[in-house]
């Protein structure tokens, strides 16, 4: 059971600006730095935003992160067909004293 | 290159004992906290617990504590995950992940490519 809750499921046709919420509270996303993972089918896992906004080298700048609050944000614009991944929020839980993942969400371009 | 390299998959039944493993190559290994995680068929991420190599401080993800061993041989740059008595709803996806130098809140920025262990009678 994900202490971070995320929709099930985006959507949206090719060019268009898609966004990822995700669901936390005062023990990790209210306090902590917020990470997104991209895991494309078959594939492990890749880092697509740390540190809540930053995005490692090599990822796209249609990739953005934001942070309100206990919840956070992954945005993509300009929405691409190889964007069609599981996408993952993250964050440290400092009552957990633990790394937690958010549940998902399954982008699909149309 | 920065690389963690996993062993194969495996097939074992309820029971069995296992031990998979994950080697590091590009970076200092003894330095960097080395994650865990769980991805069950068709489900999402789970952080199972880190260590870290230079002197084997562990940590557990409390769903995880007394259910898996996680250890390390710096000498040989390899982190291993261990489970004594198999279960089939260990049957899953592991992978293992370097945490960030920035800090365990900055999450991971190098995967290994993942381990398949099905438990099956």
């Known amino acids: 059971q994900s202490v971070l809750t995320q929709p099930p499921s985006a959507s949206g046709t090719p060019g268009q600006r898609v966004t990822i919420s995700c669901s936390g509270s005062?023990?990790?996303?209210?306090?902590?730095?917020v990470n997104w993972y991209q895991q494309l089918p078959g594939t492990a896992p890749k880092v697509l935003i740390y540190?809540?906004?930053q995005r490692p080298s090599g990822v796209p700048d249609r990739f953005s992160g934001s942070k309100s609050g206990t919840s956070a944000s992954l945005a993509i614009s300009g929405l691409q067909s190889e964007d069609e991944a599981d996408y993952y929020c993250?964050?440290?839980?400092?009552?957990?004293?633990?790394?937690?993942f958010g549940t998902g969400t399954k982008v699909t371009v149309l | 290159e920065v690389q963690l390299v996993q062993s194969g998959a495996e097939v074992k039944k309820p029971g069995e004992s296992l031990k998979i493993s994950c080697k590091g190559s590009?970076?200092?290994?003894?330095?960097?906290?080395i994650a865990w995680v769980r991805q069950m068929p068709g489900k999402g991420l789970e952080w199972m617990g880190i260590?870290?190599?230079?002197?084997?401080?562990?940590r557990y993800s409390p769903s995880f504590e007394g259910q898996v061993t996680i250890s390390a041989d710096k000498s040989i740059s390899t982190a291993y995950l261990q489970w004594s008595s198999l279960k089939a709803s260990d049957t899953a996806m592991y992978y293992c992940?370097?945490?960030?130098?920035?800090?365990?809140?900055?999450?991971?920025?190098?995967w290994g490519q993942g381990t398949t262990v099905t438990v099956s009678s």
């Open positions: 992940a370097r945490h960030s130098g920035l800090g365990l809140s900055y999450g991971m920025d190098v």
């Open positions: 590009g970076y200092s290994f003894p330095n960097s906290w």
């Open positions: 260590i870290y190599p230079g002197d084997s401080d562990t």
């Open positions: 005062s023990s990790n996303i209210g306090i902590k730095t």
């Open positions: 540190s809540t906004n």
């Open positions: 993250a964050a440290w839980d400092d009552s957990l004293d633990a790394y937690v």
